[in-house]
C-alpha cells in the first residue's frame, strides 16, 4: 500500500495543518499536566475526607470531590500519568515486536512470511478489546495487565504493516546490490530495511495511542485494569456510574479528560499522516 | 474467481483454527479447576471425578484441543457455569439482540457519515469541513461506556425523552405478544406485523444507537473524505471539469462510486468493532445482547461462556471480511489478481 | 447482590425449559398468560370497593429464583417465596415476638424440649389438599432429610408426632426456641410434600400462601409474575392486590426512573444520593428501618499471609470505620461487635476503631510495612455493590499508606463464592443476616469449623469457640444472662483474640416505593420481602 509514497504526497496538503497543531498543542499540556501532577494537584491524591465527599465544584474543588472525599481534579491529573504510562508501554512492546517479526518476514519472504503473516491474521481476527476482555479476565486485574493484553493484541498491526514496507524495500536495487556484494542479511535488515520501515510504523504509533487510551479505560471501566485506589480516568468513571444523575462532576470530567486525551492524539496523528503518509486507511 | 474463492476461503479457515487454538489456550490458563467450579460445592469425589472425564481434564493437552474442536464441530459449545445451559444456546438467545443494535447503528452511521463526508470533500478546508473533521475526530475519541452513560442521564433520566433501559416494553409481551421467526426482535415484528413492538423497539434503540453509530460514522466519514479528495484529484475529475461539470456533481456523479470501494472493505472492519464497543454500551441500557452476557460472565469467571462470545464474535468478523473481500473481488477484478 | 450471600448451588440438574431455542420459527415470546406489570392501571378507580386491577411491581436487581424447592431454597427467592408459601409462626420486629401464621396457638414443657403447635383450620394448599397435621409434619421431615443449606435449623429436632389431625408434637435433643425457630425465613415452610416433587420448576407450587405463581420466564426482565390464590385461607378484599410481578433492573439508576414513571411499585436499595431524592419526590415516598443486616470480611485464616494473627489485626485496625459510616450518608451504621442492634447477644462495648500506628507496629512484627517488605493481598466482594466498593475504596487507600496493595475483585455470588470454598482469597467480604431473629446463625454458619468450608470463609477452627458455639441455642433457651455473657464472651474471641474478622457496618435498609401504596412495613427478620398481601392502594 505504501509502495508509492512520493507521488502520492502532492495530493494532499502537508504540515503545518493547523488543526494538527493544535492537536500536538493539546498533547503537549497534557504531558505536561501528567509529568507536573505532584506540583499541580491542588489535593494529595488518595487523602480521604469522607465528610466533604460528593461536594459539588467551587473554588476550593474545581470539579468537586467523589464519593469519599477526594479531590477530582487532582484525580484527574494523576490520571493522566496512569493513561500515558499504559500508552507508551503498550505501544513500545508491541511495535518493537510487530517490527521485528514483519521485517523478518517481509524481508526473508517465502515460509517465513507465510507462517508469520498467518499467525498475524489469527491475532487480527480478535477485535483489539475482546482478546484483552478475555485475557484480561484470566490475569489479575492490573494495570500491568491492561498493557499485556492490549500489547498482545496490538503488535500483529504494526507486524503486518512492516512486513509489506519491508517487502518492497527488500526488492530495492541498492539492497539487491548490498545481498550481491555479500553482506549478511542481519547487517542489511538493520542498515536499509529496518530504517525504511519507521516511517509509516511512527505514523501508525501516533494514530494508534488514542485507540489504546480508550482500550485501557474501557478495560479498567469493566473492573479489569486499574484497582483502587490508583487514580485511573476508566476506573473513575466506573465508580461513579449511578451518581451520575445526581452528582455529575464525578463522572463527567474524567470521561472528559479520555475524550480529550484521545482526540488530541488522534488529531496529531492524522496530522502526521497526511503529512507523511497520506493513503494509509484511516482505521485499520 | 473460483480460484480467488478457494484460496480465500483457505486463508478463513486457516485462520479460524487459529482462533480456536488461542480461544483453547485463553481457557487453559484460567487459574483453578472447571471440575470443581461445576460439580459444585457438594460434589463427592466420584462426582468430580465424573466432571473431569466429561471435560477430558486428564487427557494430553493436544488430545484436549482435539476434543474441543470436535466438540465445537458437533454443536457442543460446553455449559455456562452460570446459567447452567448450553453456552451454544446462551450465545444463540443473545445474538440477535447485538445483531439488531448493531445493525442498527451501522445502518445509521452510513447514513450520516458518507454524506457527511462528501460534504466535506466539497467543501474542503472551508468551514464544514473544518467542521465534520473535529465532529468525526470528537466520535472516535469519546469513550463508549462514559457517552453510554451521559445519553442515558441527559435524555433518559433528566428530560425523559426516551425510554431508560431495555429492548421494549416488557408489558408488550402479554398485550401484544411477539411471534419469533429470525428471533430478531425488530424484523420479526416487521414481518408479523407487530406495530406496538416495532415502535416501542425503534423507540428502545434511539440512545444505544447512537452511541453505538458514533465510531463507526466518524471512520467512515473521514474515509469518504479522504478517497473523495483523492479521487477529485484524479486524471477523470479533470476531464469532467474540462467538460464543464460542478465539483458537486464530480463529487457525487463520478468521483463517489469508486471512492466507496475502500469505504465498503471499512465497514467490514467496523461491524466486528461495533460489536465489541457495543459490549460497553449494552450494559449501560441492559441490551439483552452479547455484550451484557459477555459482561455478567466475566462478573461470574465463567470461561466457557467467554470463550464462546470470544469464539462467535472472532467468527463473525472473519466473516465479514471473507464476505468483504469477495464482494470486491465481484466487484473489481484487480482484487482478484492480487 | 448485598442480600445475595447465599446462593445455592444446586446440583447440576437445573435444566431448565429453554425459551429462545435454536431458531423456533412461530414461538411467542413471553407467556401469554403474563399480566401487564403496570403499577397504576386501575388506580382511576376511586370507589374502595372496586376490585384492584393494578399489578405490583418490585424491582429486584439481581435474577429472583435459583432455587425453587421451599426446602433447600437459600437465597434471593425469599421475596417471592415468602409470598407463596407460610411458615408456622412470622416474627413480628415490634413486638420482637413469633406471631401466629399456619400454627394458632403453641405452648412448650419439659424445659424447652417439648413443644406442641396448633395447627389453623381451614387452610388449602395450591394443590387442593387440606393442611393437617401429617401433611405438615412430612413438610418439615422432607426438609430435614433434604439438609439443604438452611435445613441446620430444625437441628434439635428429635421426632415430629402428630397425635391428631390439628396438633403437631416435637421432641427436642436440647432445649431451643421452636417458635422462634419455626418462624424462619428459610427451610420452615409447611408445603405439600408430594405436591412439591411434582411441581416442575416454576410451573407449580405447594404452598398455602396468598400468592402462587403465575408465570417464570427465566432470564428475561419481567422475571415472574405472581397471582392470588383465590382459596387462600385469609380470605381476599376487593383492595387488595392480586397480581405482583418481579421485573429485573440491574441499574440503580434505571430503578429509580422506573419508579418515578410509575412503572414499577418498589425499589429494594438505591444510593444514598437517590434516596435523598426519592424523598424528596412527589409520587414516590421511602422508610427508612434498622436491620439485622451487617458486612462481614472474612480474613483468610487458614493460608497465605493473613494466617498469621497479628497481620489479620493490623487490617482489621487499618479500616476507617468511622469514614466509612460517613461516607455511607445513611445507608449503614457503623457497628459494635457480630451481633446487631435489637438481637440477643448485642453488646454495644464491640465498637471497632481504626490505629495506622498499631497497625504498622504489628505489620512489621511480620516483615511487613512502610519501610519493610510490600504485602499483597486479594479481596474479593459482590459485584455491583456501591457500599461494599465504597469499603474497598477507603480500606485500599489506608492499607497503601502501610506497604499493603489490595487487589479487589468484584464478582457475582457465585464465582466469588466458588472462590472462596477453595480458599483462593485473603480477604471474603459479604453481607451476614439471620435466618430467624437470633444471632446464632452468625457463630454456627460462619465462625463454627467445618471440614468443607460453605460460609465459614475465614476458615478458622478453634475447637474451644466450636464448643461454646454448640451451647449457645440450649443456653438462649435456658438462661438468658448465660446466653449473653457467652455471646458477648465468644465475639471477643472471635474478632480481637483470632481477629478472623472484620464488622464495619449493620446496614440501614432504604426502600422506596411509589406513594400511591399503604400498608408497607419493612420486616428485617425478612430481608427486602415484600408481604403483597397487606398492601393496598392508598386514598
Known sequence: ?284 | MPRYLARRLGQALLVVAGVVTLTFVIMRMVPGDPAVAFAGPKASPEELAAARARFGLDDSLPAQLWSYVRDLATGDWGTSLRTRRPVRDDLFAAFPASLELVGAALILAIAVGIPVGVLAARYKTKFPDFGVRVGSMLAVSVPVFWLALALQTVFASNLGWFPVAGEYDGALDSSSPLTLWTNITIVDALITGNWPILTSTLWHLVLPGLVVAAYPAGVIAQMTRAALIEEAGQDHARLERALGFGETSILTRFALRPALNPVLSLIALVFAYAIVNGFLVEAVFNWPGLGRYAAESIRSLDTPAIAGVTLLVAVVYVLANLVVDLLQGVVDPRVRAR | MRWHKRLLVAGVTGAVALTASACAGGQVRGADKTPRPSASSGSSAPAAAQANEATFVYAPNLDVVTDWDPATSYSNENIAMANIYESLTRYNTETKKPEPRLATEWSSAADGKEWTFKLRQGVKFHSGKELNADAAKAAIERTMKLKGGPAYIWDSVKTIEAPDASTLKFTLKYATPLDLIASSGYAAYIYDADAVEQAKDGEGDAGTGPYTIDAWNKGKETELTLKAFDDYWGGWTPEKYRKVAFRVTPELTTAWQLLQNGEVSFVQRLNPQLFDKAGATSGVQTTQTASFQNLLLLFNTGNGPLKDVNVRKAIQLALDYDGLAAALKGAGVKSSGLVPQGLLGYSAEQAPAQNLEEAARLLSMADYGPDLNELKLTLTYAQGDADQQLMVTILSSALKKLNVTLQAKPLQWNAQWDQGKAKKQDIFVMYWYPDYADAYSWFLNVFRSSEKPEFNLSYLNNPEIDKAIDALPELTATDRDKAEQSYADLQKKILQDEAAAAVPYVQTYQRALSAKVEGYVDNPAYPNVVFFYDLKPAG
Not at chain 1, 513500545?92 to 510487530?98: D, K, L, N, Q, R
Open chain 1, 1 to 284: 500500500m505504501t509502495t508509492e509514497p512520493v507521488r502520492l504526497r502532492r495530493t494532499l496538503p502537508r504540515l503545518p495543518d493547523r488543526f494538527a497543531a493544535f492537536g500536538a498543542v493539546l498533547l503537549l499540556l497534557i504531558v505536561l499536566a501528567a509529568l507536573f501532577a505532584p506540583w499541580l494537584a491542588p489535593y494529595p491524591p488518595d487523602e480521604l475526607r469522607p465528610l466533604e465527599a460528593l461536594l459539588p465544584p467551587s473554588a476550593e474543588h474545581w470539579f468537586g470531590t467523589d464519593s469519599v472525599g477526594r479531590d477530582v481534579l487532582t484525580r484527574i491529573l494523576y490520571g493522566a500519568r496512569t493513561s500515558l504510562v499504559i500508552a507508551v508501554a503498550v505501544l513500545a512492546a508491541s511495535a518493537t515486536v510487530g517490527v521485528t517479526l514483519g521485517v523478518v518476514a517481509g524481508y526473508a519472504g517465502g515460509l517465513v512470511r507465510d507462517v508469520i503473516m498467518r499467525v498475524t491474521d489469527v491475532f487480527l481476527a480478535f477485535p483489539a478489546l475482546l482478546l484483552s476482555l478475555a485475557l484480561a479476565v484470566v490475569l489479575q486485574p492490573s494495570v500491568t495487565t491492561v498493557i499485556v493484553a492490549i500489547a498482545v493484541t496490538w503488535w500483529p498491526w504494526y507486524a503486518r504493516l512492516s512486513s509489506s514496507v519491508a517487502a518492497s524495500v527488500a526488492t530495492r536495487s541498492y539492497v539487491d546490490a548490498a545481498r550481491c556484494l555479500g553482506v549478511p542479511a542481519p547487517k542489511i535488515v538493520l542498515r536499509h530495511v529496518l530504517p525504511n520501515s519507521l516511517t509509516p510504523v511512527l505514523v501508525q504509533l501516533s494514530l494508534d495511542a488514542g485507540g489504546v487510551i480508550l482500550t485501557a479505560a474501557a478495560l479498567s471501566y469493566l473492573g479489569l485494569g486499574a484497582q483502587e485506589p490508583a487514580a485511573e480516568w476508566g476506573l473513575m468513571v466506573e465508580q461513579g456510574q449511578d451518581l451520575f444523575t445526581t452528582n455529575w462532576w464525578v463522572v463527567t470530567f474524567p470521561g472528559l479528560a479520555i475524550l480529550l486525551t484521545a482526540f488530541a492524539f488522534n488529531v496529531l496523528g492524522e496530522g502526521l499522516r497526511n503529512a507523511l503518509d497520506p493513503r494509509r486507511a484511516v482505521i485499520r
